[in-house]
């Protein structure tokens, strides 16, 4: 018998506030573009008529900027509050559609920028609930949904040219018939491969990264990230120390964070390719789909394949860089998409054009999230962990309440109910923006 009857519970409140962790200060998270980074988010808590039966969501964000994040959470509240859990999820897809296209809001995008960070908050936090009214964490609960309940949650305007509702159902279904107990329990006991993002901070010392890259070795990771983009001398001299420190059969990835013309793009990594460099990442504007395919083409031979997503803003611009081959590797995010409605159908179609999905994480709560999306599609639809990675960064992980567990280099699949996206309380209270303890002892 279930816990709670979806029926009887209603939202009544949706808050909205703005965290901000001061991580510019020891340039973590920096990069080419983004030098001075506070991983901030703007974090939603759904309450319901259900004494304790809270949902939280949380977009990913940088400093200044949340707060208008929060305002359009704000704005888009109003389709949330007052209504019935059973008719949201009852046909989730339908109401995705609802809040993404709401008539006046989505002038504003459509699904893009401001409105659809906020979209994706409000919906990670109706994720969270529903997992949590299930109790399960949220990767069983998708593994549990039939391929029709699965379906229903998903909106296909605009990518059923590469993917029809049909098609994804059928590929759920075929999946289905496959032994998939086997890969539930490796999730649980050796869990999925990560890679680390941590060592390379642009702004980070050589000496910082020498031992940075000591640690995380000795932590079992075969797979580092390093940041380039503003000096090739530099980006020489940095990727040759990785390439001492961590040698020559472990991955090297680098990540430019949008920095160069397509081109100059082409000319950087071909200076760098003597470094065995396995993916550039974003190494021009996010909505360059032609820019990325001419990279790739360029770069194949050299054996670099091109990775972006972590920007990639809905499933549109997903379908078309996947059915162009203009990237190798896709990276999705919990947060820049408008949630899971939006990402599994992005997963469905990088399973059906062949590209492994290595997700964005880090930040605030991605890989809290993530691990759950990433299993998910192990279990269920690509089924293989061959050229599949999650990015794994420890700043942030310990403001949640159930932070992610990594065991030699693997998350290990999470046991608690609901997508591992609630704050501690004393976080809050401590980086709240601008009122937490932490901002007050600042003035
Ligand atoms: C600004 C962020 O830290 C960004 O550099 C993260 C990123 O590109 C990555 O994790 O990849
Ligand atoms: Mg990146």
Redesign the pocket.
């Known amino acids: 018998m279930a816990k709670f009857d979806m029926k009887e519970i209603k939202i009544v409140d949706v808050q909205v506030q703005d965290i901000r962790f001061p991580t510019s200060l020891q340039a973590q998270?920096?990069?080419a573009m983004?030098k001075d980074?506070d991983?901030s988010c703007a974090y939603v808590s759904i309450i319901t008529s259900q004494k304790d039966l809270i949902g939280y969501g949380l977009t990913f964000t940088?400093g200044r900027g949340t707060e208008i994040v929060c305002v359009a959470v704000e704005a888009l509240s109003f389709l949330f509050k007052d209504q019935r859990l059973h008719n949201i999820y009852s046909n989730f897809g339908q109401f995705w559609d609802r809040v993404t296209n709401e008539s006046q809001l989505r002038w504003l995008g459509p699904s893009k920028g401001v409105t659809h960070l906020a979209v994706a908050a409000l919906m990670n936090a109706l994720w969270d609930l529903w997992a949590k009214i299930e109790e399960k964490p949220l990767w069983r609960l998708l593994v549990d949904m039939s391929p029709e309940q699965l379906v229903s949650t998903m909106d296909f305007r605009y990518i059923s040219d590469v993917l029809t509702k049909e098609e994804a159902l059928e590929i759920l279904k075929q999946q289905r018939e496959n032994d998939i107990e086997t890969k539930i329990e490796r999730m649980k006991t050796r869990g999925y491969p990560a890679y680390t993002?941590a060592t390379g901070?642009i702004g980070y010392s050589d000496d910082k990264v020498r031992e940075l890259c000591a640690k995380y070795l000795t932590l079992g990771f075969t797979a580092f990230?390093i940041?380039v983009g503003i000096n090739l001398e530099d980006d020489k001299r940095r990727c040759k120390l990785m390439r001492d420190m961590i040698g020559q059969d472990n991955l090297l990835m680098v990540?430019s964070?949008q920095r160069w013309d397509v081109e100059e793009a082409i000319r950087w990594m071909q200076g760098l390719a003597e470094f065995n460099i396995y993916w550039i990442?974003?190494p021009t504007s996010p909505d360059d789909i032609l820019g990325h395919r001419a990279i790739s083409e360029a770069l194949e031979p050299l054996g670099i394949k091109v990775a972006s997503g972590?920007v990639c803003c809905n499933k549109v611009m997903f379908k078309q860089f996947l059915a162009s081959e203009a990237i190798q590797v896709a990276q999705i995010d919990s947060c820049r998409l408008g949630s899971i409605n939006e990402i599994l159908p992005v997963y469905l179609m990088a399973y059906k054009l062949k590209v492994p999905v290595c997700p964005?994480?880090?930040?605030v709560g991605l890989s809290e999230m993530v691990q759950h999306l990433q299993l998910f599609d192990y279990i269920c639809v690509s089924q293989t962990l061959h050229h599949r990675l999650i990015?794994f960064?420890d700043q942030e992980t310990t403001h949640f309440v159930h932070p992610i567990r990594i065991e030699n280099a693997h998350y290990i699949a999470p046991t608690e109910s609901g997508y591992s996206t609630e704050l501690k309380k004393d976080s809050i209270e401590e980086f709240k923006y601008p009122n937490g303890n932490w901002y007050k002892q600042m003035k």
């Open positions: 998270g920096s990069d983004h980074p991983y940088l993002t901070w990230k940041k990540d964070n990442e974003e972590e964005h994480a880090g930040g990015e960064v």
